[in-house]
Nanobody, 117 residues
Framework: QVQLVESGGGLVQAGGSLRLSCKAS????????GGWYRQAPGKQRELVAT???????NYADSVRGRFTISRDNGENTVYLQMNSLKPDDTAVYYC???????????WGQGTQVTVSS
């Protein structure tokens, strides 16, 4: 059974940094696609960053240059390094795994990130 467990969220001051972790079981990130999404109150869930099984990355314009998605194959974990955080980054962040080639998606439980001004 697929399970994605997120950690690393918390409260941080504007300009600070956090690193989110998503450890997977039942699915191998190196053989599939991974990513991070976020949802702020009253808004739809939006893409933050994706990482394909081949290592290709994609970022939302709002986070490009500040956030970095990466993967540790030995730990089967996807990370999101978030630097220069802004209050607008405040949201629940969700880990995502997409099966190749079916494109079936799995989601973590979410971790809260709050950035104070």
């Amino acid at each position: 059974q697929v399970q994605l467990v997120e950690s690393g969220g918390g409260l941080v001051q504007a300009g600070g940094s956090l690193r989110l972790s998503c450890k997977a079981s039942g699915i191998t990130f190196s053989l599939n696609n991974g990513g991070w999404y976020r949802q702020a109150p009253g808004k739809q869930r939006e893409l933050v960053a994706t990482l394909s099984r081949t290592g290709f990355t994609n970022y939302a314009d709002s986070v490009r240059g500040r956030f970095t998605i990466s993967r540790d194959n030995g730990e089967n974990t996807v990370y999101l390094q978030m630097n220069s955080l802004k209050p607008d980054d405040t949201a629940v962040y969700y880990c995502n795994a997409q099966k190749v080639p079916s494109n079936f998606e799995f989601w973590g439980q979410g971790t809260q990130v709050t950035v104070s001004s």
